[in-house]
Structures are given as structure tokens and as C-alpha cells.
């Protein structure tokens, strides 16, 4: 029902000082509510290629979890006007220009049959 | 006929705006108490990000801004998520457990009802029935579509609410059980998504004439070579529902509140699809005493399109109501 807003327009950037160690962007919930990080799952692509789950850090309210292991927490909730970061281990970062970022995002939401999902698809610039 | 019915809002109605921070909480509440949307319903787990965990501070904050505008907490909207784990469902004792914080919450925030969502276990709802008496707070099981009184699903609370008899347990009748006519920014949105126009047309006919066999349409639209969007449009059709407001007259007795829910408001007097000129008279006849409270949901249908206000719709409705309630008179 949010799809169109779940990437943060203009987030991506290249994260580290001086030389990057990655890339981060900002994404939203696509729920009218926030929800427990065990029910939260998601992928992400970018300039067509996915991403893995292993290099990237699902960050909210300064909490920081392996997007890999986000299924076993069961004690931290993703709020509904909370942006969650997604940072990606990737030394040297993206190069300067537009990228192209393919997001989506499965919520298992108890009282539909099927986990609903969320789509979007952003072209952002990265600065040089 | 003199009536008791009050008028409020859900915050549900503003998920748009206060998604994109055009609205906090104060100024959605300034706005409803604009328009004489006194009650507030709030779904907690959307307005607070440290859900469950509120602090004191937030709490006085919330009964301040009741009362320098001039409304009243009226219902919390839980939810039960049963499949928190990916390897089983709450147990019975962890689904009582959830509904036991959702009732302290409650108490906490002064809304006397409990939204119980309709997948709620129906042992789960029992066996909470009596810390929810002792607390002051009501159940309400929200009776949502496609759900209708005469299904197996309602039947098993209807049994409990009534073999039980505790004033702690009752009903929450969600308005999107009355679907008369189909919402057409439901239907131009699947338009602009890529459906069929010929297979749309036939969607809305079909729903429109009420059949039995609703559940039958999905399978017609793909052997009439229906796409994905159409497919999808067929489902949402049958998860619509229509009954005559009739059928709550059994239940008057155990009506705790009510959701307004609404897709289109026309104008100031007019809902595009939900009949409340049919509703509200079977309401006041049979002595609702309640709240109608508004519930807004046309958002994610237009938003593609055009910029989305809500508190725009949530005053038509309340317009609306004031003129269906006689409160202009």
C-alpha cells in the first residue's frame, strides 16, 4: 500500500570517510503500522544485480542486525515513521552518478494468508 | 427519533499524510476536532515507534492534547501476530499474553474499547475475557469483510460473547460489510494498473448485482483470459461484501463501537459505495449508542495520481453524518 515511497528518494550514498567501505540507503515500511523485525524481509538489487544478504546491515534506531539474521530477532520492532538504513559492505563504494536501486520488502502479516509484499524501484544519483 | 450515537475518528483515516509527515499526532487530532470528530481511535503500534514500551511522558502527552482540543480517547486497535516466529504460531498462552499487554496499554491510554482483530484465535479471546472485565476494558471483535455474521469463523465468538455473557465481550462492526456498489477508485486504479477494460465492466457488474457466488468470479475472469491485474481486481471484489444494515439488528446489544470505514467521499453528502443513508437509520431505530468512527481508505488507491486528503474525505464523511444524525436540525 506504500510501495512507491518504501525507498527513501535521494538516500543512496557511499558511506566510510575518505575511502568508502559501501553504500547505504534508507527505506521505509510498507504498512499502515510498524511490526516486530522477525516478520520484516526483503531483497535488493542494484544496477541489476542483487545484492547479498550477507554484506548488508539492517540498521534502525541505532540498532544494527545482519539482514541475514533478521528472521530470529524477536525483542526490536521496525516503527511505522521510522526510516530502517540498509548499509552494504562494498569497498570503494558506487562510482559517482545514477544508480538504479530495485527494493523489495515481505511482511508476514498474521491475518493474511500470504506474506504481503512491496515493491519499488528508485534511480538515485551518488554523489562524486 | 432522539439517538445517543457520537462521532469520531480512527487515525487509521491519516496513514498517508502521517506516513509522509505532513500530519503528527497533534494535528490530526486538531483537524478531527475541526469537524466534531470528537472520539479518537488510535492504533497504537502506528503512532508510537517504542510500541509497546510508552513512557509515562507520552502518555500525559496524549491526555494533553485531548484536552486542549477537546476530544476523548475511544477505541485502541490491537493486532495478534500469530506468526511472529517463522517456525509456529503463538501458543494460546502467548496470544493471551499479547491481548494482556494490549488491555494494560489500553488502560493506560484511556480508550475503554479494544479493536480485536479478526484473526484472533476464539480460545484466545475467551481466556482474555476476564482480565479485560477486571480492567474496564470491552473486546470488541471487529467484524470485517468477508467475514459476515453467518459465517463459521464469527459464529465460534458469537457462541463464547454469548454462553459467556461477560460485559467485557462484544462486537465491532467494520462498514466495509455494507459494500453496495463497487468503489470506483478501486476499479479506475486497476485500470490505470493495466486491467481489462471489458473484464473491469464485468467485475463491477457482477458485484454490483450481489450474487451468493462471489468466490466464483476469480476463476471466470481468468478463463475469460483475465491478466494479473485483473485477477487481482476479481479477488478484491470478493473479499467486498454486502448484507442489509438489517443484519445488526440481532446484535444491537453487543455493538461496543463502530468503524466508519469509507473508500470515496463524493461531496459533503454522499459515500461512493457504503449506503450510511440505509445504515444509520437501522442504527438510531435500534438504539446504537456508540461511536461511528471514521475509517478512512481510499489512499492507496489514488496515490498514484493525485495528492492524497485525508482529512478532506474524513470532514465530507462527518458532514455526512452530522446531516444523517440530525445534529443540523
Partial sequence: MFDRYIIVDGSLRNVGDGNPTG????????????LGLSMVDFDLEVDGEAVPKESITFQVHGHDYPADSLGDVLDD??????????IVDHPGGLPAGEHEVHYRQWLRISYLPTPSQNDDRKVMSVAG | MSHNIKRGVSLYSYQEEVFLGKLDLESAIAASASFGANGIEIIPEQTFDNFPNLTDEQVEQWFALHAKYGTVPTAYDMFIDLKRRA??????????????????????LGTKVIRVIINTPPEVYEHAAPYAEEKGIKLALEIHAPMRYDHRW??????????????????????GTFVKIFPRVVSDRALRDGATPKLVDHIIKVYNDHPTDMHTLTREIAWRGGNPVDMALATTA?????????????????????????????DDTHEYSIPYDEIIPVLIDNGYDGYLSSEYEGNRHIQDVEPVDSVEQVRRQHAMFVTLLGEAD
Fill in chain 2, 154 to 175: 464469527v459464529q465460534q465468538f458469537l457462541e463464547i460473547i454469548h454462553r459467556v455473557n461477560s460485559p467485557a465481550l462484544g462486537l465491532l462492526p467494520d462498514m
Fill in chain 2, 87 to 108: 517456525d509456529r504460531l503463538m501458543t494460546l498462552e502467548e496470544g493471551v499474553e499479547s491481548v494482556h499487554r494490549d488491555i494494560d496499554l489500553a488502560a493506560r
Fill in chain 1, 77 to 86: 520492532r521496525w516503527g511505522f515513521n521510522e526510516a530502517a538504513t540498509l
Fill in chain 1, 23 to 34: 553504500y547505504a540507503i534508507d527505506t521505509r515500511i510498507g504498512y499502515y503500522r510498524g
Fill in chain 2, 238 to 266: 470478493a473479499g467486498y461484501n454486502w448484507v442489509e444494515p438489517s443484519t445488526l439488528i440481532p446484535h444491537m446489544p453487543y455493538l461496543f463501537h463502530i468503524q466508519a470505514k469509507f473508500y470515496e467521499m463524493v
